[in-house]
């Protein structure tokens, strides 16, 4: 199973320039999150989203945008690239469906922006 | 606003002994979940046991246990017979369903497991 994708794993953009960190999952589920991680720091929730069509700001979701128009993709959108955005971006997943409501995480987006 | 809080940054313990890693939280909700994630040097994120609110068991997985004190909002990860592979960040969560769904996390306690 490949469970919560995330691409890509590494990205320089410089600043004012505009991506988007794709995540996908296969395991149906319908809460799906991002977060980022400074260095040594723990996880910030950026955005998140409880199911198809609906999504709701986190902690820091100034700078970001997302969108889930399938239960399976949750891209996350960077329109100006800022230095306080370089960081490591996780998506996970997880659902109340499940006995244990465990989320799983995609392998993280390193992130720099010069 | 609803946090989690660990408030060890960092934690050494020596191979074989136990070690008890602190976490509070805050909610005002009733219906919710705690977990203790690990994240090794691979950045990857691992489940190392979960608590259900309602439940007043405290959760147990092999060496890892918790101490869950609910009317104190403490959640506390006991590591017994510690092994080098423990070395890792460690991230306490809480999961909440009566209203917002959200996902939280604490800012990690670094632990240490020296030979």
């Known amino acids: 199973n490949a469970g919560v994708t995330q691409t890509p794993k590494f990205r320089i953009l410089k600043i004012g320039q505009s991506m988007t960190l794709q995540c996908t999952q296969d395991?149906?589920?319908?809460?799906m999150y991002w977060y980022r991680q400074d260095p040594g720091m723990g996880l910030k929730l950026i955005y998140y989203?409880?199911?198809?069509?609906?999504?709701d700001k986190g902690e820091v979701p100034n700078g970001y945008n997302v969108s889930r128009s399938t239960t399976e993709d949750f891209p996350l959108r960077l329109e100006l690239a800022a230095p306080s955005q370089t960081s490591v971006y996780f998506c996970?997943?997880?659902?109340?469906?499940?006995?244990?409501?465990?989320?799983?995480f995609g392998q993280g987006t390193r992130l720099t922006v010069v | 606003a609803q946090t989690v809080t660990q408030s060890q940054p960092e934690m050494s313990v020596q191979e074989a002994e136990t070690v008890t890693l602190s976490c509070t939280y805050d909610?005002?909700?009733?219906?919710?979940?705690l977990f203790w994630y690990k994240q090794p040097p691979s950045r990857q994120m691992i489940l190392v046991i979960r608590?259900?609110?309602?439940?007043?068991q405290n959760a147990t997985e092999n060496r890892f246990s918790v101490n869950f004190q609910k009317a104190a909002k403490s959640f506390s990860l006991k590591i017994s017979d510690s092994q080098l592979g423990d070395t890792a960040m460690y991230f306490c969560?809480?999961?909440?369903?009566?209203?917002?769904?959200?996902?939280?996390f604490g800012s990690g306690t670094r632990l240490l497991v020296r030979p």
């Open positions: 996970a997943s997880s659902s109340e469906r499940q006995r244990n409501t465990e989320a799983f």
């Open positions: 608590q259900e609110a309602y439940k007043q």
């Open positions: 969560a809480r999961f909440t369903m009566d209203s917002s769904y959200k996902l939280i």
């Open positions: 395991m149906n589920h319908n809460y």
């Open positions: 989203s409880v199911g198809a069509g609906i999504t």
């Open positions: 909610t005002s909700e009733n219906n919710y979940y």
